[in-house]
Nanobody, 126 residues
Framework: QVQLVESGGGLVQAGGSLRLSCAAS????????MGWFRRAPGKEREFVAA????????SYADSVKGRFTISRDNAKNTGYLQMNSLKPEDTAVYYC???????????????????WGQGTQVTVSA
């Protein structure tokens, strides 16, 4: 069982940066792949970024590629999403997710994940 808690959301102007954190409980976090998803008002939840448990593989949605960076620190049981050059269309509730996986697994579909955080709001003003 893994419990996930996101933090770091907030209000930022367009062009600004935020770093989201996802703190995981449990000693085996290092064997879990992690993903970030977001849900904007009136829209479906969508994939943002994912990272394998080894951090050897990453994947990004085209809309955030080059602006967002996913990373993790297994010693701290924490994953991160560094978001730069934020745009108003990045406004959403951001969720981290995790699933036990192989070394290089990265999941880009939400149904692949077993554990979810409660979400953190990111609002980007124009």
């Amino acid at each position: 069982q893994v419990q996930l808690v996101e933090s770091g959301g907030g209000l930022v102007q367009a062009g600004g940066s935020l770093r989201l954190s996802c703190a995981a409980s449990g000693r085996m976090f290092s064997s879990y792949a992690m993903g970030w998803f977001r849900r904007a008002p009136g829209k479906e939840r969508e994939f943002v970024a994912a990272i394998s448990w080894s951090a050897g593989s990453t994947s990004y949605a085209d809309s955030v590629k080059g602006r967002f960076t996913i990373s993790r620190d297994n010693a701290k049981n924490t994953g991160y999403l560094q978001m730069n050059s934020l745009k108003p269309e990045d406004t959403a509730v951001y969720y981290c997710a995790a699933r036990r996986s192989g070394t290089y697994f990265v999941g880009m579909s939400d149904w692949l994940y077993d554990y979810w955080g409660q979400g953190t709001q990111v609002t980007v003003s124009a």
